[in-house]
């Protein structure tokens, strides 16, 4: 089950940045422009519909992981959507990727075995309480909340970037959780069960947040600001809600030690990535 999950994270992962990246290869073939008439652009793109249909796979895939491992260990996977997405970026604008991109994104995938082999997140139940879910929506809409406010406020584009960011992490974790619970109740109790249970909504509504929050968040600052907020804060928010929601545990004593040389080595790594995506190059001849 949990080797399922994992390949399911990654199929995730891989389809959501391609989807992406096909998504960005149509609209820069489109004139500019909004609303009904860039929508019916894109929809003539074969490359858009590519995109729409891999971030599709991506939602499935997701739902497929959650249905078969815990949260704590599903999301953190969804990192490699960053070193993946720079390499479908890469291949379909015909671009070089710099000799250190493909250290960082080696980094990347080593740190995560790493911290997650010395974690071994192991999940008890797909269901929480209310008890639970309350405080829960509390202290995570709250934090999205006091990021929005800062984020107005703050005259520094970097801070803003930083703050957004991590409000989207907060959003995606949160989206995870309540997609996790939707998908139980879809698979063990049915289509109706799943359409008037209130995570059903809970996650939709969550997960256009946090898309929303993200792209403030690029359009604030640099990715190389938001992504280390973002990569690190989603693990870190879906760890705790996993422990808190669904009764989920990690690997405590020495084990810790190595977990956290993983997760320095996934950050440092993406640091390299995110800052690697405005160098990367034309491939010339």
Not at 87 to 111: I, S
Not at 132 to 138: S, V
Request: charged share 10%.
């Amino acid at each position: 089950m949990l080797v399922l999950a994992v390949a399911f994270a990654v199929l995730g992962a891989a389809s959501n940045a391609a989807g992406t990246a096909f998504q960005r290869k149509a609209a820069a073939a489109v004139p500019q422009g909004g609303g009904l008439r860039l929508l019916l652009a894109l929809a003539r793109k074969p490359a858009w519909l590519i995109g729409i249909a891999g971030v599709t796979v991506a939602a499935v895939s997701q739902a497929v992981a959650l249905a078969n491992g815990p949260l704590s260990l599903v999301q953190p996977v969804f990192i490699l959507e960053l070193p993946f997405a720079l390499l479908f970026g890469t291949f379909l604008l015909h671009r070089r990727l710099p000799e250190k991109g493909w250290w960082a994104v080696a980094a990347v995938v080593a740190g995560l075995a790493l911290a997650l082999g010395a974690a071994a997140p192991t999940g008890a139940r797909d269901l929480a309480p209310m008890t639970r879910w309350i405080p829960a929506l509390i202290a995570c809409l709250g934090a999205m909340a006091a990021a929005a406010a800062v984020s107005v406020r703050s005259p520094s584009g970097l801070l803003r970037a930083v703050v957004l960011g991590a409000a989207a992490a907060v959003g995606n974790a949160l989206t995870a959780a309540l997609l996790k619970t939707a998908t139980f109740t879809l698979i063990h109790d049915g289509l109706l069960a799943f359409l008037t249970t209130w995570q059903t909504y809970g996650f939709v509504v969550c997960g256009i947040g946090a898309v929303l929050l993200l792209e403030n968040a690029l359009q604030a600052g640099s990715l190389a600001a938001s992504q280390p907020a973002l990569t690190i804060g989603d693990a870190t928010v879906s760890l705790a809600l996993g422990i808190f929601l669904f009764g989920e545990s990690i690997r405590l004593g020495w084990w810790l030690l190595p977990a956290c040389i993983g997760v320095a080595i996934v950050l440092a790594g993406v640091l390299v990535l995110a800052r690697a995506v405005p160098n990367v190059r034309a491939v010339t001849g």
